[in-house]
């Protein structure tokens, strides 16, 4: 709550002076927008991606607990060396 009367008051905001933030209201707009966030995100992944997010969540969370940087070198590696099995 603190952060957010900083940010939204204080001189020294990187933001522009927009006064008091209802913290439930930000709650609810990222909340309610989360979905369609998550759909834009992964629209610009290469089909394998979206598949894996969609049918295998945990399969490719393990992955990204490991190395946060797993997909990007995966579709580095792909795209250098093409996909194996298309």
Not at 7 to 27: H, Q, T
Not at 72 to 81: C, D, H, S, Y
């Amino acid at each position: 709550m603190s952060c957010l009367r900083v940010v939204g008051c204080s001189p020294l905001s990187p933001i522009a002076y927009c006064g008091r933030v209802d913290a439930e209201e930000v709650r609810d707009r990222i909340r309610h927008s989360l979905k369609a966030w998550f759909n834009a995100t992964l629209e610009r992944y290469p089909d394998w991606v979206c598949d894996a997010v969609v049918h295998n969540p945990a399969w490719v969370e393990a992955r990204l607990a490991k190395n946060p940087q797993w997909i990007n070198e995966q579709i580095k590696r792909m795209a250098v060396q093409g996909d194996l099995f298309a």
